[in-house]
């Protein structure tokens, strides 16, 4: 639907901008660069007119410009237009305003319309010496024959865009490349992982599961109410602890590369830790040290945040970053469940409602919900396998 | 995956939306085929500035030549409403461009293109430096006194005015204040006085008379003497220029303001068909068109909103007037509109922009763009009849509150 409405929208407007008479307007050009790494691709719009008055298009001189004339000045409007645009990057531990040069080049050209008239398009690419964070911009475009004249950027990094005017006044620009796009690029993946753990439900039941004991203590075989905040507390910032732990170093070892497990024995492992977390309140056989169960399968959930995070796709120039977001999202969500359950289960932990109707009844609810799960997930890798 | 793929389809059509008139980059098929038309150089006035520029760039310093080609760009500006001459112009004086104290003829050039991008501060430091050494510099003195009228500096308008006694030409000095008179409480004595003094004088210069014309034409419109402003309009339309030669635009938007409100859309119509480079012109072409029902009216509209685009993408605000009356008229927002009305307004106080500030106003119901509006009326004492209902209607709203 979208598709068909853009379509016929675009047909409509070039309709009319082909019909109108090209506009009367200040000299722009646009500029458009897009950073990756160390690369700079770029696209460099510059009014037919504007370069006619520079260096002269017009070889006959009739007022009308054919693509033949414009053609066979290319290697000057080249020359030109590159003679007018450095670009660079701050040299490492070099004085202030000390730039290393990012060579430019252009690949190809070719033509466009903008609302006051034609334009040459320079496609343009640049190396520069290593990644960019900050590039510099020297732009000198026109300025000695029209000062009115203004070079509009994009630039692009990422999905994220800035822009910047140059004018004779601000012919050098420094733009922060990086910077902005890291942090922003960081808290994206803060996002993703804050909204993993929000709408995985096994992570969430299997802490649940380690939680929901962590307010009392087991004597002599029966679930008795811990004494204080401070040991409830310990209790439950030692199993968050560990499986925190855990699951942080599965997750940087599966999107580092460097382990890679089935990712069908991976959710069937963690179903299977579901279960045994939530029997493990029903018939216990671990009492103490629910960290140590907290931190071994905190392993496996560690593979599964990993193909989360490998789906959503990784730039390879910002790994460790986004995996690192990716990480304190998790934890933040997490922090965020402990944050509601510990007072809550606190203020009821010594009642029987919370021994039976809580601890006995959520837990048989989880270890059914798991065991469902389970046999899903069970199923699933019998029937492809088979 | 999903999220991603929002987020493409909207950036692409917010680019499809922005850039409309990009084709797309492409590779003509035909190399005969013609991609641009360039001011010609069959056309005697385009070869003389070529060759101007010619001279002038194997001489940069030479002050003569550089502002005898600024002025003929200034020229070449106002007559094709074309901006890049502007730059150009600039770019003559560019060796004397940051001088604080440049030559008289510089200054005035350079005070003239700085008004055209509304820098009227500096405008004026300018024309001071030139009449601190010549007070007897009639152009600088002119131009003095138009960006105190633009700014709405009557007082200091009409002295600039009053000190071109005995200096320049009976006419340009009855002009000069009639166009303040014409606004500040005087409508009626102004108009009848520069209209004798023109009739005094049969031999003006064309350019002077259509100026004059003009400006008598518009004040017989603000009178609501509409049998005299369109003699007077036909007149100033016949006198503008050489025979054959296109009426300026300023002349011709002035003119289809007036036939707009006298609902004869059909002939601005006609008059703007092959007009519509300029924005100013395009925006009453449209709503001429939008006023007779063409089919044609929404993609005029269309082609307006990218031109206002482009403008806003450069960071100018030169034709934020326009843009409040495109904002009204074409694209019904009547909030966009006021906001950028009172930003004009904080700028430029002519005619127009009172106009455009008080029917903006009006349809939002603003009651702070409405209260400068009214005060600015109450302070100056202009009379327009063309707005005078709309007015009406602000004292009435304003009383309900």
């Not at chain 1, 017009?58 to 409007?77: K, Y």
């Not at chain 1, 029997?279 to 945040?305: D, E, K, Q």
Request: include cysteine.
């Amino acid at each position: 639907m979208i598709l068909h409405w853009r379509r016929a929208g675009l047909g409509l407007l070039l309709a009319l901008c082909m019909a109108e008479s090209a506009a009367h307007k200040p000299s722009d050009s646009y500029l458009t660069l897009t950073v990756a790494g160390n690369q700079v691709d770029g696209q460099w719009d510059i009014a037919l007119r504007d370069l006619d008055m520079a260096i002269g298009l017009d070889a006959d001189g009739n007022g009308e410009l054919t693509w033949d004339e414009v053609r066979a000045r290319h290697a000057d409007i080249a020359a030109y237009a590159l003679s007018r645009l450095a670009l660079g990057i701050p040299r490492a531990g070099g004085m202030a305003g000390a730039t290393a040069p990012c060579p430019l080049a252009v690949t190809s050209q070719l033509l466009d319309q903008h609302s006051d008239g034609a334009y040459a398009v320079l496609k343009l690419r640049a190396t520069c010496p290593v990644d960019v964070v900050t590039l510099d911009a020297d732009y000198r475009l026109l300025f000695d024959i029209d000062p009115q004249h203004k070079g509009l950027l994009r630039l692009a990094h990422g999905a994220l865009t800035s822009t910047a005017i140059f004018t004779p006044d601000s012919a050098r620009q420094s733009l922060q490349v990086a910077n902005a796009a890291r942090w922003r690029q960081f808290f994206d993946y803060v996002r993703h992982g804050v909204w993993h753990i929000w709408i995985g439900f096994d992570h969430i039941l299997f802490l649940l599961s380690l939680l929901l004991p962590a307010v009392l203590v087991r004597r002599a075989g029966r679930w008795q109410a811990r004494d204080s905040v401070r040991a409830s507390s310990i209790e439950v910032i030692k199993i968050v602890t560990a499986f925190t732990l855990a699951h942080s170093i599965t997750l940087t070892l599966a999107t580092l590369g460097m382990v890679a497990l089935p990712s069908r024995v991976v959710e069937s492992a963690i179903a299977l830790s579901v279960v045994v977390a939530a029997l493990n309140n029903l018939w216990p056989l671990i009492t103490r040290r629910l960290a140590l169960l907290a931190f071994a399968f905190g392993l496996i959930h560690g593979f599964g945040f990993a193909s989360v995070l490998l789906d959503l796709g990784l730039p390879q120039s910002s790994l460790l970053l986004s995996l690192v977001g990716f990480n304190v999202g998790v934890e933040l969500g997490q922090l965020a469940i402990v944050a509601v359950f510990l007072p809550l289960a606190y203020l009821v932990r010594a009642t029987a409602f919370y021994r039976k109707a809580v601890l006995m009844g959520g837990s048989s609810l989880i270890a059914a919900l798991a065991l469902v799960w389970l046999s899903e997930r069970v199923l699933d890798l019998k029937i492809i396998t088979a | 995956m999903n999220l991603v793929c929002r987020f493409c389809a909207r950036a692409l059509l917010t680019l499809t939306l922005a850039d409309a008139c990009h084709a797309a980059p492409h590779v003509p098929a035909d190399g005969r085929q013609v991609v641009e038309r360039l001011p010609g150089r069959a056309n005697p006035i385009q070869r003389q500035l070529l060759q101007l520029r010619a001279e002038l760039s194997k001489n940069p310093n030479d002050v003569g030549r550089a502002t005898a080609l600024a002025q003929r760009y200034i020229e070449q500006a106002r007559l094709e409403g074309d901006p890049r001459y502007l730059g150009y112009a600039q770019a003559a004086l560019a060796p004397w461009w940051k001088l604080a104290q440049a030559s008289d003829e510089v200054l005035v050039l350079r005070a003239t293109l700085r008004q055209s991008t509304h820098q009227f501060a500096l405008a004026l430091a300018d024309l001071d430096t030139v009449l601190a050494r010549d007070s007897g510099n009639v152009q600088a003195r002119i131009t003095r006194a138009t960006v105190q009228m633009v700014t709405g500096d009557y007082a200091g308008a009409r002295t600039s005015c009053m000190r071109l006694y005995s200096r320049a030409p009976k006419l340009i000095v009855q002009t000069c204040l009639s166009s303040v008179g014409g606004v500040n409480g005087d409508a009626r004595a102004s108009f009848d006085k520069l209209k004798a003094t023109l009739e005094r004088h049969p031999d003006t210069a064309p350019g002077i008379r259509t100026w004059v014309q003009t400006l008598l034409a518009e004040m017989a419109a603000r009178a609501g003497d509409n049998a005299a402003a369109d003699a007077l309009f036909r007149q100033a339309m016949a006198s503008s220029g050489p025979a054959g030669a296109e009426p300026d635009s300023y002349l011709l938007g002035a003119y289809c303001d007036f036939l707009l409100d006298r609902g004869r859309a059909a002939e601005v119509a006609a008059l703007l068909k092959d007009r519509t480079r300029i924005d100013a012109l395009l925006l009453r072409y449209a709503i001429a068109q939008k006023t007779l029902g063409a089919n044609d009216a929404a993609a005029q509209s269309a082609a307006l909103r990218l031109r206002f685009e482009a403008a806003m993408l450069r960071g100018d605000t030169v034709h934020q007037r326009e843009q409040a009356r495109f904002e009204l008229a074409l694209r019904g927002n009547p909030n966009t509109a006021v906001r950028l009305a009172m930003l004009n307004w904080a700028v430029q106080k002519e005619p127009a922009d009172l106009r455009i500030l008080v029917e903006t106003a009006a349809a939002s119901g603003d009651a702070a763009s409405a209260r400068t509006a009214l005060d600015w009326i109450d302070k100056t004492g202009i009379e327009d009849r063309t707005i005078a209902a709309t007015v009406a209607r602000l004292r009435a709203m304003k009383g309900s509150t």
